[in-house]
């Protein structure tokens, strides 16, 4: 199946500092990314949904500010979470889609983000 | 709304033993239905989706899925369990047509020697 990759895995970092989360489609064109958070024993809440070359859709109650999303190429969107908070440590998921309908879906192994 | 239901947090089956795990699912129509495994340090795998026809859909490592409209459920089912099958498995639903997917809680499967 297709691949899809994620980077860095882990990332600690200090309270105020930006943090950049990388998802790459590495065999396929992917036209529709998406960003997903997962607490603790917890489900996946969808963030956002990016298309390539347009700005990204958020959920609502989900800050555009603080989580942006760039979707620069069919291969590549980038996660950042500016002015990280602790509360803000998670696991992040990215996923990548060809196309609808939904089972086109396929998912990066996770980046795990603390903040300190 | 669309919701996913999956009543047990957790499930403990021995291995070589049967298993079900439970889906209930709150839509308007029929919507896509989908099972995934997540293993630790693994992105999600797609066991099995449903989106029409045969309510008995096969999947990948010898599960199985059942959709039954009138319970609104997508039960996953398997034979005999693998001590590899211990995981993290996710519920999802999708409305047809559209790409998101809203996922269940999760069931974590233990497995007993």
């Known amino acids: 199946g297709a691949v899809v990759s994620q980077h860095p895995s882990r990332v600690i970092c200090k309270s105020g500092t930006s943090v950049k989360i990388e998802c790459r489609s590495l065999?396929?064109?992917?036209?529709?990314m998406f960003w997903y958070r997962q607490f603790p024993k917890q489900s996946l809440m969808l963030m956002a949904t990016s298309n390539e070359g347009s700005k990204a859709t958020y959920e609502q109650g989900v800050e555009k500010d603080k989580f942006l999303i760039n979707h620069a190429s069919l291969t590549l969107s980038t996660l950042t979470v500016t002015s990280a908070h602790p509360e803000d440590s998670s696991f992040y998921i990215c996923?990548?889609?060809?196309?609808?309908?939904?089972?086109?879906?396929?998912f990066g192994p996770g980046t795990r983000l603390t903040v300190l | 709304a669309q919701s996913v239901t999956q009543p047990d947090i957790h499930i403990t089956v021995s291995e070589g033993a049967s298993l079900e795990l439970r889906c209930n699912y709150s839509y308007g129509a029929t919507p896509y239905l989908f099972w995934y495994v997540q293993s630790p340090g693994q992105g999600l795998q797609l066991l099995l989706k449903y989106f029409s026809g045969d309510t008995l859909v096969q999947g990948i490592k010898g599960f199985e899925a059942e959709f039954k409209r009138s319970q609104s459920s997508f039960n996953l089912r398997k034979p005999s369990v693998h001590w590899s099958d211990a995981a993290e498995y996710f519920c999802?639903?999708?409305?047809?047509?559209?790409?998101?997917?809203?996922f269940g809680k999760g069931t974590r499967l233990h497995i007993l020697p």
């Open positions: 065999d396929f064109q992917a036209t529709t």
């Open positions: 999802a639903v999708g409305p047809p047509g559209d790409d998101k997917i809203i």
């Open positions: 996923s990548a889609s060809a196309g609808a309908p939904a089972d086109t879906q396929y």
